[in-house]
């Protein structure tokens, strides 16, 4: 397209968009409703999964081990774990060790009735690995897998914590991609309410340019413009508003709720627009682009 | 220029619209198509301008068949034709100059090309005082010059005019003719499709004239009136 063509169609497509301020109007606020929702949803979502991500990074399984077996067996498991992609860390807990820890947590402020187990460590067969996965699902998996191996007695795990986890996971997924998919089906049918009403005031002058000898390319171009254009506004402000929103909402809770800190870690600004700027403005302009692209594909048929 | 070979057009409902129609035109020819409403004019012309497809039959246009031409390749093939309405079909949003200047917009022509010859055009119709003038400041046969020069502004080797003077007093219905006579005398073929039997006696140009979409005569007037 020429330089003077893409002026003149980009000047039409702002010309369509003030010609139907009221339904351009609407369309970006429909538009920035639903970025907006988008939006909130990422940052709930990424937030949440995060936290999510955080508890799975807690839950650990251990692998116990034959009383007979040899350093060898003991040292062939280790190694099996760590070729595995979904093992994030494991390390060797000794019987010693396993006591020291049992002692700890079970004997605090007692410590005198662990001194009659001094000489005989009553977790003596408990030297393990302790096992932390990249992604919680694949528990079950690993397990079966150790279990046949050679050298391993027992395997625990924590069903229910990567069950639950996993399943929150899932439907974080789920609900996210689903309420997506409905806001992407709904901003496309009023972009292409505007772009036909726009159309309806054109039509005289789209079968006059179709008479004339325009390609379809040039008939087309202005409402594009004008999809496009209403796309981008209407992410540009859920973007900005989000900004200020997610901003204050942090430093809100960390100060009036600062006993949640323990709980709950927001992920940092940067962290959550450095993806939802280009998924915003690409959701925006693309859903402009193939909503007024879908609706002039019609009307060319002069 | 323009050759129709048994060229017959039938819409969804069954009635022919045009039947068996062959027609030659060369270049250079300034030829009245007459008929009364329903006669299957205006389907005339929506087929030369491949607005439709003809049901049965073959139409040339410099020696292009009208049925090889792809959806793609239209724009290509109408900038070669002008096309005149009864009705003008300005654009009310747009001045004089505006609307003659759309026309090589919509070719994508270069700006210095637009700045170069629509006021040339403009002198053509006699209107180049008025080219700030948007149509509903103009009379009617000052808007059908409009048309005209939009029509002619990229050089089309044809001119259809579909009822030119039908919403016209005599005076101005006579002066478009006068000058798409002109535009004529050029070298640009034109077809003007009328029912202005007074104005098709006056100019005394070649006839086609059809009657429930058959062509009945095509000569001079005076054959016309003979059948």
């Known amino acids: ?302 | 220029m323009i050759k129709l070979e048994h060229v017959s057009k039938t819409y969804q409902e069954g009635v022919p619209a045009l039947d068996d129609v062959s027609i030659n035109i060369e270049k250079g020819e300034f030829v009245f198509v007459m008929g009364k409403s329903g006669s299957g004019k205006s389907t005339l012309i929506k087929l030369l301008l491949k607005e439709l497809n003809p049901t049965e039959g073959e139409i040339y246009i410099s020696g292009k068949n009208l049925s090889k031409i792809n959806h793609k390749n239209i724009p290509n093939f109408r900038r070669k034709i002008g096309v005149v309405f009864q009705n003008f079909r300005l654009l009310q949003d747009r001045n004089v100059y505006e609307n003659v200047a759309f026309a090589l917009k919509v070719v994508e022509a270069p700006t210095k090309e637009i700045k170069r010859k629509v006021p040339l055009m403009l002198s053509l119709v006699n209107l180049a005082a008025k080219y700030k003038s948007l149509p509903r400041q103009l009379s009617g046969g000052e808007q059908q010059r409009v048309a005209i020069a939009r029509a002619l502004v990229n050089e089309p080797d044809i001119l259809l005019a579909d009822e030119p003077t039908g919403n016209l007093d005599d005076t101005n219905a006579w002066e478009i003719m006068k000058l798409l006579e002109e535009i004529n005398e050029r070298g640009t073929t034109v077809v003007v499709v009328t029912h202005n039997t007074e104005i098709v006696r006056k100019m005394n140009k070649r006839v086609i004239y059809i009657k429930n979409g058959r062509v009945v005569t095509d000569g001079e007037w005076g054959d016309i009136n003979e059948a």
């Open chain 1, 1 to 302: 397209m020429k330089l003077n063509t893409f002026f003149y169609n980009f000047g039409q497509g702002l010309k369509n968009i003030w010609r139907n301020k009221l339904f351009s109007l609407a369309s970006i606020a429909t538009m920035t409703a639903c970025i907006f929702l988008f939006g909130l949803f990422y940052s709930i979502g990424s937030n949440f999964k995060q936290m999510v991500r955080t508890a799975e990074e807690g839950v650990a399984i251990t692998v116990f081990f034959d009383p007979g077996a040899t350093q060898d067996q003991i040292d062939n498991i280790g190694n099996e774990l760590s070729k595995r992609g979904e093992v994030k860390e494991y390390h060797f807990v000794s019987a010693d060790e396993a006591w020291e820890s049992f002692k700890t947590e079970y004997f605090k402020g007692k410590e005198e009735l662990a001194e009659g187990f001094a000489n005989d460590n009553p977790l003596a067969n408990s030297a393990n690995y302790e096992v932390y996965l990249n992604d919680i699902s694949m528990q079950g998996e690993l397990v079966t897998y150790l279990e046949s191996l050679d050298g391993v007695r027992e395997v625990k795990q924590s069903e229910v914590a990567a069950d639950t986890l996993s399943d929150m996971n899932k439907l974080i997924s789920v609900i996210f991609i689903g309420v997506i998919a409905i806001l992407i089906a709904v901003a496309v049918f009023l972009i292409s309410n505007t772009i036909t009403v726009g159309i309806s005031v054109r039509k005289e002058e789209i079968a006059i340019m179709k008479l004339i000898g325009a390609k379809d390319s040039f008939v087309r171009a202005p409402f594009i413009v004008e999809g496009v254009i209403i796309g981008f506004v209407g992410s540009v402000i859920p973007l900005v508003l989000l900004f200020f929103m997610y901003q204050t909402v942090i430093v809100y809770v960390a100060e009036k709720y600062n006993i949640l800190n323990n709980f709950i870690s927001f992920l940092p600004v940067g962290t959550i627009f450095h993806v939802l700027i280009p998924v915003s403005l690409l959701l925006g302009i693309g859903i402009g682009y193939v909503g007024s692209r879908l609706t002039i594909k019609k009307h060319l048929k002069v």
